[in-house]
């Protein structure tokens, strides 16, 4: 079954210690990207990736690290959590971008807590 | 600056009525354009998508929704709502192939069905 799955899928943790929420796709797709939702503000996007080793920043990146050593993994990291990370984030892929179907996965959400 | 504009963060429906949700866009070309569910406590799931040809374009759950060009409009109807319609409804704008390929999303519209 074609799936993004994230991990875990909540957590509370607290303020400066480090952590990571795992995303892995089954479907190859080359374009990775997280986004954090919080109420009245949508979807924002942190950080995606065109391909392996190809990470870029969305329009929130601050206070987050992404890697992509691996097509299939996309990781999002944490490195000294605060208060206002407290959100609920989505992982999603893409296929390939030139003339084909644009549909992004989503994996089934994040609910992280920073006390 | 591609950007979506969900006027409408709240709606109530009597089961049974008809359903109009409000979605307008901006973006500088042919825009690729997506409408995501979101039931409480669960991922976004695509309801339907908007890439070229015919502007009403058909989704699951009875959903349809109408591209016009000359409105920057995407509307979502249904002709008759079911109580399990009542969710957070996302629109989206992508940009086509050989760009970012970047998704963004609207503020939503959360949809409460009366009985």
């Known amino acids: 079954e074609a799936q993004v799955t994230q991990n875990p899928r909540y957590l509370i943790t607290v303020t400066g210690k480090k952590l990571t929420v795992t995303c892995s796709q089954n479907m190859n797709h080359e374009y990775m990207s997280w986004y954090r939702q919080d109420p009245g503000l949508g979807l924002r996007q942190i950080y995606y990736?065109?391909?392996?080793?190809?990470?870029d920043k969305g329009d929130v990146p601050e206070g987050y690290k992404v890697s992509r050593k691996e097509k299939r993994n996309f990781p999002l990291i944490l490195e000294s959590p605060s208060p206002n990370q407290t959100s609920l984030y989505f992982c999603?892929?893409?296929?390939?971008?030139?003339?084909?179907?644009?549909?992004?996965?989503f994996g089934q959400g994040t609910r992280l807590t920073v006390v | 600056a591609q950007s979506v504009t969900q006027p409408d963060i709240h709606i109530t429906v009597s089961e049974g009525a008809s359903l109009e949700l409000r979605c307008n866009y901006s973006y500088g070309a042919t825009p690729y354009l997506f409408w995501y569910v979101q039931s409480p406590g669960q991922g976004l799931q695509l309801l339907l998508k908007?890439?070229?040809?015919?502007?009403l374009v058909q989704g699951i759950k009875g959903f349809e929704a109408e591209f016009k060009r000359s409105q920057s409009s995407f509307n979502l109807r249904k002709p008759s709502v079911h109580w399990s319609d009542a969710a957070e409804y996302f629109c989206a704008v992508g940009a086509p192939a050989g760009t970012a390929s970047k998704l963004t999303f609207g503020t939503g519209t959360r949809l409460q069905v009366t009985l």
């Open positions: 999603a892929s893409r296929p390939p971008r030139q003339g084909m179907n644009t549909e992004a996965f």
């Open positions: 990736s065109m391909n392996v080793e190809v990470t």
């Open positions: 908007y890439f070229s040809g015919d502007t």
